[in-house]
């Protein structure tokens, strides 16, 4: 079956710091694949997606590129805020079957000033 | 921004005590989803819904029960809980035809 696996948190940096979450999945088919954040309190929000290989997608200062030759699509920011703390989820959703969103385990992300 | 919300956003009772968990959209969305979000932050399928009485189980078994009488309306009900439920529980919602998935705010349940 489908599957996310994630790298390990928690991940503490420094402000202004470059960030990169690991991401890897196993899928059948061509999935569409998701980055969601989930800030303290909250449900989730979308961050980015990307649908097709080679698809970049960009919200916030945030990146992700989606890799079919190795099966990732990490998270990248160039520069991260305070206010970026929070917990990050990679999800795929593949295009057969009852299509349901596969998360990952989600990595706790701390920025300090 | 997404219009999926959840009530009560807090809740404490006790063992044995029947409840339910409302979630409602107002985005005419047919798919319905209900997870359960243990303290290690993972998150659980335990319910869906595909449209109007339309119900199924989810990848992670669970006490709890749901309904879907109306579109917009998605609730969750737990017979008799007890302190292993204790968990949050968020509610998500999506069109078919969207890739993208809402969610609502959370539930957080303390069974005593």
């Known amino acids: 079956g489908n599957s996310v696996t994630q790298m390990e948190g928690p991940v503490t940096l420094s402000e202004e710091a470059f960030l990169t979450i690991n991401c890897t999945y196993t899928?059948?088919?061509?999935?569409?694949l998701f980055w969601y954040v989930q800030y303290p309190g909250e449900g989730l929000q979308l961050l980015l997606k990307a649908t097709k290989a080679d698809d970049k997608g960009s919200n916030k200062g945030f990146e992700a590129t989606y890799r079919k030759e190795t099966t990732s699509f990490h998270l990248e920011k160039g520069s991260v805020q305070v206010s970026d703390s929070a917990v990050y989820f990679c999800a795929l959703r593949g295009n057969q079957g009852a299509q349901k969103l596969v998360f990952g385990q989600g990595t706790r992300l701390t920025i300090n000033p | 921004e997404a219009d999926i919300y959840q009530t009560p956003r807090y809740l404490v009772i006790g063992t044995g005590k029947k409840i339910t968990l409302e979630c409602s959209q107002t985005m005419g969305h047919d798919k319905m989803y209900w997870y359960q979000q243990d303290p290690g932050m993972e998150l659980h399928l335990i319910h869906y819904s595909y449209g109007v009485n339309s119900t199924e189980k989810g990848d992670l078994s669970s006490e709890s029960t749901v309904s879907r009488i109306r579109t917009e309306h998605f609730p969750l009900t737990l017979e008799s809980a007890r302190p292993s439920h204790t968990s949050q529980y968020l509610c998500?919602?999506?069109?078919?035809?969207?890739?993208?998935?809402?969610f609502g705010p959370g539930t957080r349940l303390l069974v005593l």
């Open positions: 998500a919602s999506r069109i078919t035809s969207g890739e993208t998935q809402y």
């Open positions: 899928a059948t088919g061509y999935p569409s």
